[in-house]
């Protein structure tokens, strides 16, 4: 086997994993998803999402890496001699691209946000006044490109520089920290006027607000939000050792994501009711309340500052697993050097992200299947790339991948109990063909 860059412990495996799984998906598209799919009862789903196809498919997405050691292709090769399967690993590696495309422009205003709350310009200015900043940054090309070229620049010396030590030891210490100071913002947002209105509209499920479309995003959320579907968790858990219980790590991930998801809506929602911003604001929805939650807090002006830096971190956490995907392939299937892998990934990725910036400015009237070009990454990258990629994985898990390397994993070879293996096979045999059959039904329009 080529000698891979990985985690030296099984803690550093979690922590990447977690990681991997941590980040503007939980902060940023979470809370703006719920506020546009009307809050209570789309976290409800989101839940349901979870524990039905969540942990299963990071848990079939763990089989196959941990059973076989090795990139997705090679996984699916080797677990399936003779078949087909492994072209699914080209659609994990253009998924993967899509991802980062979007994704990075988002770092790109978190940075411009972390410039802005350095210089103190993130102080004493009106909703109304945090919308137009907002607006001015998306409009203005230069800006937007710029901050996305400097996050992708950044993403790229790091992986550059190798993932090992620098990442884990990062992660290890800015997730808790994340953790800890999203807590303060939540009891800050919770002592606002107004508060109880946030708390109804995130935690009370009204499903006369919840359409079909609604329930798709809940999955592609998850997905998104869980780093499934693309063989990320396939190449991490490449790495775990063999003692290592499946199902624990797998339940850690989702439950400290799902915290993280969960938290970030009690920070944003009793504020967004407090300081009267529309909770359907969509993606620019965390830009317009955050730093007026921030203003309220003593110390306002060093809490942006952490807050936005912890975020960056919790991002490029999550690149640097994306941008893994086609690097550790390009070097294990193509034989590339990584320093040639990694010049190959970043000239895709940046010609991505830049259309991406653009289609908030210049590009702005170009439209694919009626939406501007993030708009259009972002959707095709969880509700089409991983959601479909999702469910490859798991009826490839649950149908076609012999039993008994299932029950090995599960079991860790007759150690452990597995006594989630039951429920595992019943989630990926029958619940997710019949999701895969209502979504089709729904893409073509039929329901
Ligand atoms: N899970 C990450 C987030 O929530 C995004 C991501 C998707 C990362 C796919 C890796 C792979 O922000």
Known sequence: MTKRVGFATRMGAIAAAVGSAVGLGNIWRFPYEAGVNGGGAFILVYIVCILIMGIPVILSEFVIGRSTHSNMKAALMRLSPGKKYYLFTYICIIGSFVVIGFYSVVCGWIIEYLYQ???????????EEYNSMFTALVSDPWRCVGWTVIF?????????????????????????LLFLILIIFCVNSLLLPGAADG??????PDFSQLTMRGVLDAFGQAFL????????????????????????????????????????????FPAVFSFNVEPTAGPRLIFEVLPGIFQQMPGGYVWALLFFLLVFFASLTSTISLSEIPITFMIEEHKLTRPHAIVWTAIFTFALAVLAALSFNVLDDVKVFGKSIFDAMDYAASNVFMLLGGLFTAVYVGWILDRKVVHEQMTNNGRLKGAMEPYLIFCLRYVAPVSIFFIFLYLTGII
């Open 199 to 204: 708390l109804k509209f995130l935690f009370y």
């Open 117 to 127: 709350a350095a210089l103190g310009h993130l102080h004493g200015h009106t909703p």
């Open 152 to 176: 992708l620049v950044l993403n790229f010396l790091v992986m550059s520089r190798g993932i090992e030590k620098g990442i884990e030891r990062v992660a290890s210490i800015m997730m808790p």
């Open 225 to 268: 939000s869980l780093s499934i579907g693309i063989s990320c968790l396939v190449t991490y858990s490449s790495y775990f050792k063999d003692d290592t219980s499946l199902t624990r790590d797998a339940t850690t991930v989702a439950v400290l994501d799902t915290l993280v998801a969960i938290l970030s809506g009690v920070m944003i």
